[in-house]
């Protein structure tokens, strides 16, 4: 009976999950309906860094998968570029390989299709997250999903086509997160944080500063409820995970940082060290500040929540406990609100990009 209770929740899962992919695809197609763009009109979204930077890195991941160029050498890029650290990210991103099924002159036009797939499998991953997270809000779980398909990242970011992947797998490694610090199993964490710094340095660097400012977040709060031997336990599997994901990566990771570090883009052609010697500690900071402010402004409106709810009258105080009574719940409770905050604190950051409607 009980076999039989959990095929139909399964059943129930799949369909939803289903429906929530669906009703994705509905909505980019009617977008690309609306705006004339491809494969149901003749136009492309390439505007800025899509444009400029993105796409020329997709015609040369099409070049080296099917052979006309090598992973390392590109001897047409500025007289002769060594762009391993630029491709090898684009090699083992899975989206990628769709463009195969367009052709190399059609590419420009393929990358509509490519944003289509990132947003569905977003929604449908943000739809695992609800199902796993929250079984019995079963409801919520298609809006939600939706919403978070096309959440303000997906309208300022897509221009930058690598870093869609972002909403595709977070939820995935917030589960993973979860079942470390329940179970102790770092083995899914350390292979989803490797493999988003395989990604993007970038994004990857912003995903484990969430794990380490989180994971302070998680003990504040454990350190109550948990006995300190569990408290080590899980402590020591974060710590197990997170050098097991660094290394898992570094055959991206090591070429990336090397490039970044000798980047143009740190001014006049010279390392991030010496722009630091240059110009004192203000371009450390500015460059702290541009990884890390979304966790920190999270962070620090935790605390604020914190101190403003000690200082709540106390029959209040023990309303908000009473309906957060299980210890899973206040820590899901709290882990959104900071999941929130580091999105809201996102989209102030976009909103200067001219997005076209």
């Known amino acids: 009976m009980q076999m039989v209770g959990k095929w139909e929740e399964n059943k129930k899962n799949i369909g939803q999950t289903a429906l929530t992919a669906m009703l994705a695809l509905g909505l980019f197609a009617l977008l690309f309906l609306i705006r004339d763009l491809f494969p149901l009109g003749d136009g492309s979204i390439l505007m800025i860094d899509l444009h400029s930077q993105y796409v020329p890195l997709l015609y040369r991941f099409y070049d080296v998968v099917t052979g ?28 990628n390989y769709i463009l195969l ?25 943000a739809c695992v997250f609800l199902q796993k997270l929250w079984p019995e809000r079963n409801a919520w779980n298609i809006p939600l999903s939706i919403c978070y398909a096309f959440s303000a ?35 899914m964490y350390a292979l989803l944080l490797g493999y988003q ?18 994971s302070g977040f998680c003990f504040a709060y454990k350190r109550k409820a948990d006995s300190a031997d569990e408290i080590k336990r899980t402590v020591s599997a974060l710590v197990i995970g997170t050098v097991t994901g660094v290394l898992l990566s570094a055959f991206v990771l090591l070429p990336n940082a090397i490039q970044l570090l000798h980047s143009a883009r740190s001014g006049e052609n010279q390392s991030y060290f010496d722009v630091m010697r240059q110009h004192g500690l203000n371009d450390l900071f500015e460059r702290i500040y541009q990884f890390a402010h979304p966790v920190l402004l ?36 709290r882990l959104c609100r900071f999941f929130h905050l580091c999105r809201v604190s996102k989209t102030f950051e976009i909103s200067r990009i001219p997005i076209p409607l």
């Open 197 to 214: 710094l395989a990604l993007s340095l970038q994004l990857g660097a912003m995903t484990l500063l969430f794990t380490l400012f989180g």
């Open 101 to 125: 099924l367009f052709g190399r002159e059609r590419i420009y036009l393929a990358v509509n299709v490519l944003l289509a797939c990132y947003g569905t499998a977003s929604a449908v991953s």
């Open 298 to 333: 999270a962070m620090a409106a935790g605390f604020v929540g914190k101190w403003f709810q000690k200082k709540l009258p106390r029959e209040c105080a023990i309303l908000i406990r009473k309906h957060c009574r299980a210890r899973e719940k206040r820590y899901s409770l």
């Open 68 to 95: 006309q160029k090598n992973l390392f050498m590109d001897l047409n890029a500025s007289g002769g570029a060594y762009l391993y650290a630029d491709t090898i990210n684009e090699m083992i991103n899975p989206f």
């Open 153 to 187: 990242f997906c309208a300022g970011q897509f221009q930058i086509i690598k870093w869609m992947y972002l909403p595709v797998l977070f939820p995935l490694f917030l589960l993973a997160c979860l079942r470390l610090l329940r179970e102790k199993k770092w083995g």
